[in-house]
């Protein structure tokens, strides 16, 4: 047995690698943070705006990307590679070779200054080669590190950067260097590679300029892309008018070698259509695809508003070829539609590329010892999605085959999980906890402000007269101290701030320099390491917000950085400490539902070393899964469900209630308490945590005869009949989208082709000569299920489109079904005669879902599923924190899918469990309950559940539950009797604030 | 010397002042006017900060928060909205142009929009002119207003229709019904003036006790109005008759809260 060690390396910096380092970091494991290139962010930091909320992509990760370049317990390693890997589960030595930067890391402020006179121009990848960099330069401004590198090979070495630095942090004779690392476990999340347009030849990308791929036309809708937002072809810069988008490109085409389908397209193709439409009203947008496949969840009300508000045309064909039209540079689609030959002219065609292997994929692999899978992505099984296939090496994300963002996020938070499970012995052993000195009392202290004013190189002092605005500032009321630094952040000036805090007792900070989005943390430790409460301290951003914005009007610029500083030092004044509640915290873990999500999340917490209390209504655990007798892939559903309902059944930290309901739920993150009721037995129990993993139902259909004619069954219970024998059939028709994508559910439930395809598989299997039909309206075989897909069809099974205008007719005589098709492409109706038709019914919301949500106060969907907190980045968070969402309480998904979501959910459980007391934020609201009339008004204003009323002295009057309150003071401005102060931005702050800015004290 | 506005921005952290830090690291450039406020989320502003920043003689002031669907609090954004609202109606009964005041959604990565949206504004807001309370001599008549306006905003009815906008009319009233849009904009106007014209009087009779014949020329509002108002403002506690001149009540206001 080796010696386990409590760090964890993960590879690849994009959204998933970022998700499980952040998880892995806040309960207690070290993690290793490597990419390749030189800034983390990945793929999701070129796109412009997120399906299906349409989120700006940038805000919503720019807060994770911080979140984890100052995390204190992850390490990033940028512009590097894995080289080997040695050892075994639990202890692996990783030796990793760094490329040099250039550029120390710890010197360079990020400034820019080195770029802006650097004399060489290169091609932007970041922005697809759409405009120039420099070659000193960063990936993209909000990269993080922010350090800036060399790009040797555009270089010519001029010496102009170190010359124009004035941190000093150009280093032309920086170094490759190897480095082990000794880890417990390997997270993989290298991500995908587009596929390289090229290829697709007949397509003309690389020939004709107005022919771009989606990512190239992420970067163009993008407001800090090439062209500022505005939708423009490259060839002449006009706004094109009508634009095509290439579905499938890469994806679904043996041509290319690549068979499966890439999951994310149909759906980031309508997006860009959608916001194409958005930046230029005017443009028409179409789409050819073969299938739309918008299969996740509320996807395909997205499709419906894609057709129905923006007006976005569809068009069924796979497009042939493209050709330029010489002059106006316009672009002739070529595409066949039932038999029939047409072509369209569009001024700019976007090319829907598919998902590939990483790059290195190959190169990896070998170096980790694991298996790729026959399409070059990383080999995994259904039962266990996130391990590869050497112990102690786990993967998610696109690398383990094409998905969209929440998809990868999910399985990030699995792959946290599980690695850490490994080395859950360790946990807190290799993470560092800063000791802070003790918190100089200054409650009875007049003001005594610091102030340093920062010249940032030349960024505030080329423009803003800074010994100016320091002279000014030592002038204003209860400023003792103002002076200026060349680099505020710098090492150094930390350790001045330091001393001159002690040295003139300083008991309130400014530092007016560049944002304090990025700095703001930076400043706080330092103020924090002098023994100041970090709410002490404050910013004016003279830099982003002054000179960088009024470069060329020096004078203005000076008189409005006083200004700032002026109102920054009357906020400052009034400023307090503010203590940062600790809360503590129950170490055992809550989760309802025994299916197999719910199983599988509560052994995962048990694994990790917490009790665990499993609900489970019915008699019997094992939900869905108890239906389910094979799957696509090889493993054996019912063998894999005894063993985990074994494995639960006698895991001693697992208590198991069975026939038991939830009654009521009190507390919040940290400290619940739950009622359970079993046939009337009432008891309580104590969590940290809850997981929701209750499962949905099948749809019992009302359609096509069902229950009427003793021939029309559902696929679980084809299912059933075939592991039964008793499958006599010689025709077999399905009917698709069963009590989905209609009306009353117009949400595509996601795993019915699925079935569909794995029943007429072995239906083939057990009688090869019994003809399938199966009727549909789009196949939505994601993924490398599409493989599946072609070998039904190539084993004979006839797939018919239907529609809403092109309906099944079926009628019955005595029991003979009878139903008909119109068959477009050969333009005739098919009759069919099934002994037996098979619905693919709906996967619909447990009726009861209502009842629990008011219990936990989270949200539903208008079609009943549980609603997470963010479609995108917290897809199994609920905006209460503390309670966990996972498999098809969320949205109907296949096993896979739903133990990802599982271990997701134990692992963001295990951020909490894993913490003794939760620190939560100074900065939030306050009631001053001898204000409080009670009226309730702020009450149902909080979204995050924060304000509970409570009895004082036999009134009601509301008071804040600390622990969840998010500081965004939409309370506080609400109430009437003005009760509530949000602290850190009173009202009696921001207005001073204000008036300091308006008028000279 | 041309007219340069002083203008203050009121933005939230995570989108619009992230695109206002963008539009510095794209070296946008915009005019050098604005003085920018950073609060947490858009949904932290209160009525009453932006009419106190009008009284200390902004010319405008322009809040931004992140576009619908992007708030990172989940619907502070629309909170925003729903007092800008109110607040749009309240500054029109003050006689200071509404337009002082604007609300925009700005997200992280639109920094030329937030450059493009600042120059507008302050274009806008130069050829509007000064403000009429700033400066000198600043006209007492919309000062008087404006004061009563932050009372007004600060009023405990308005407050609670507000607050509870969303509730009544998104989700449900005490009796189990959505409360339909146009109803509760009624209602919110409706309140607003009323309100105004309660602390206009009371202001007024800060200042000095008048008679309700006296107010009714002042306020321009038949004596009937202002005596409405007053029984009301009476039984609330607000005034007190001080004496009787005659046949005349002179009403004075009392120290409130």
Known sequence: MTNKVGSVLVVGGGIAGIQASLDMADSGFRVYLLDESPGIGGVMAQLDKTFPTNDCSMCILAPKLVAAGRHPNIHLITNADITGIKGEAGNFDVSVRRRPRYVIREKCTGCGVCAEKCPVEAIDEFNQGLMNRNSIYVKYVQTVPLTFLIDRDKCIGCGTCQEVCRAKAVMYDDKEEDVVLNVGSVVLAPGFEGFDPRLKREYGYGRFTNVVSSTDFERILSASGPYGGMVLRPYDGEVPRRIAFVQCVGSRDSQVGNNYCSAACCMYGMKESIIAKEHAPGVQCTIFFMDIRSYGKDFELYYKRAQDEYNVQFIRSRVASIDEIPGSKNLKVKYVVNEQPKEEEFELVVLSIGMQPPKHAKELAKALDIKLNDNGFCYTKEFSPVETSKPGVFVCGAFEGPKDIPESVSQASGAATKATSIIASERWKLTTTKVYPPEIDVSKQEPRIGVFVCHCGINIGGVVKVPEVVEYAKKLPNVVYAEQNLYTCSQDTQEKIRETIQEHKLNRVIVASCTPRTHEPLFRETVREAGLNIYLFEMANIRDQCSWVHMHEPKEATAKAKDLVRSIVAKASLLNPLPKPVISVTHSGLVIGGGLSGMAAAQDLAEQGFEVDLVEKEKDLGGHLRHIYYTIGPEDPQEKLQSLIKQVSNNKMIHLHLNTKIDNVEGYVGNFKTTLNSNGLKSEVNSGTIIVATGATEYKPTEYFYGINKNVVTQRELEEMMVNGKLQAKTVAMIQCVGSRNESNPNCSRICCTQAIKNSLKIKELSPETEVYILYKDMRTYGFIEEAYREAVSKGVICIRYDDENKINLTQENDQLKLSIWEPTIGLSVPIEPDLLVLSAATVANTDNEETAKMLKVPLTKDGFFLEAHMKLRPVDFATEGVFLCGLAHSPKLIEESLAQASAAASRALTVLSKNALETEGAISNVNEDLCSGCKVCEPLCEYHAIEMKDVDGKKRAHVLEALCKGCGVCGSACPTGAISMLHFTDNQIIAQVRAALKEA | ?257
């Open chain 2, 1 to 257: 010397m041309e007219f340069e506005p002083k203008i203050v921005g009121f933005l939230c952290n995570w989108c619009s002042y992230a695109g206002a830090d963008l539009a510095g690291v794209s070296r946008i450039q915009y005019p050098p006017n604005i003085r920018i406020v950073r609060v947490m989320c858009s949904g932290r502003i209160d009525p009453d900060f932006i009419l106190e920043t009008l009284i200390h003689g902004a010319d405008g002031v322009l809040v931004m928060g992140c576009h619908p669907g992007d708030c990172h609090y989940i619907e502070g954004n629309l909170h925003a909205e729903r007092k800008a609202k109110m607040l749009r109606n309240l500054i029109a009964e003050t006689g200071l142009e509404p337009e002082r005041m604007h609300l925009e959604w700005v997200s992280a990565s639109e920094g030329a929009r937030f450059a493009q949206l600042v120059k507008e504004f302050t274009d806008r807001i130069t050829k509007l002119g000064p403000s009429p309370i700033s400066g000198e001599n600043p006209n007492k008549v919309i000062l008087e207003n404006l004061l009563a306006a932050k009372r007004t905003a600060g009023d405990f009815r308005l407050r609670v229709i507000v607050g509870r906008e969303r509730e009544l009319v998104e989700d449900k009233n005490a009796y189990g019904e959505k409360v339909p849009q146009e109803k509760l904009d009624e209602l919110l106007s409706e309140a607003i003036k009323t309100e105004y014209t309660r602390n206009r009087i009371y202001n007024m009779l800060e200042k000095e006790s008048l008679s309700v014949r006296e107010l009714s020329k002042r306020l321009d509002l038949s004596t009937q109005d202002v005596l409405t108002n007053i029984v009301v403002m009476r039984k609330k506690g607000m005034l007190g008759v001080e004496r009787i001149e005659g046949t005349t009540p002179i009403y004075m206001s009392l120290e409130v809260r």
